[in-house]
């Protein structure tokens, strides 16, 4: 059975019921983006034009979390990574940060023509032993500061990329639900799906 509804971010979402199942089709691709508050709360999949295929979540005014799901690091997941976040005039955003192994990110969105540009620059050490920094970080900052002061830092390895964006969750503030466990292979088709959230933008399964 199929029916439409709200969910309590105020949009509307498709549910379909299989026994005690919810699954939602929460992909909003028509969403307009006028304010930061609007951008704020927002759930992310974009897939570079190099093929790395990322999920990144606007948490709040000040802290992304995401998934890395293609590339060089695929694998590697963060919450809570402190971010300056800003509106640059109606409808774009830019995000930067610097990550406990050196790695610094910029990132431009447009999400009204769903694509943005990031750039990320990989301290060498990021490039010559990719692997260290495939895990949940949170669990592993000390390892991360070790190994940037134990290999080598310059040159540094900078990545400039085009991407086209393919889901805009309206995940709310704060949630989190939305980055809670590693990427596995499908997990991005699965939210595009419907698959993985209900409506209430809560894992299915956990």
């Avoid at 304010?35 to 990144?56: K, P, R």
């Amino acid at each position: 059975m199929s029916i439409t509804t709200y969910n309590k971010y105020e949009s509307y979402v498709d549910i379909n019921i299989k026994g005690d199942d919810k699954m939602a089709n929460l992909n909003n691709m028509d969403k307009k983006f006028k304010t930061l508050d609007d951008f704020v709360g927002t759930h992310f999949i974009y897939t570079y034009d190099n093929g790395w295929e990322y999920e990144w979540y606007c948490k709040n005014d000040h802290t992304v979390d995401y998934r890395i799901h293609g590339g060089m690091v695929a694998g590697r997941w963060v919450k809570g990574q402190e971010a300056h976040i800003n509106m640059l005039t109606e409808g774009i955003y830019k995000i930067a940060w610097t990550e406990p192994t050196g790695t610094d990110v910029a990132l431009d969105f447009v999400p009204n023509e769903h694509k943005l540009n990031g750039t990320i620059f990989f301290p060498k050490w990021v490039q010559d032993h990719p692997e260290i920094t495939v895990c949940f970080q949170n669990e592993h900052i000390d390892l991360m500061h070790e190994s940037r002061e134990k290999y080598e830092t310059y040159p540094k390895m900078v990545v400039p990329e085009f991407a086209t964006i393919t889901y805009i969750g309206d995940a709310g503030v704060d949630n989190e639900e939305v980055i809670a466990e590693a990427p596995y292979k499908g997990m991005t088709d699965d939210i595009r799906a419907g698959k993985y959230y209900n409506s209430d933008y809560e894992r299915i399964n956990k």
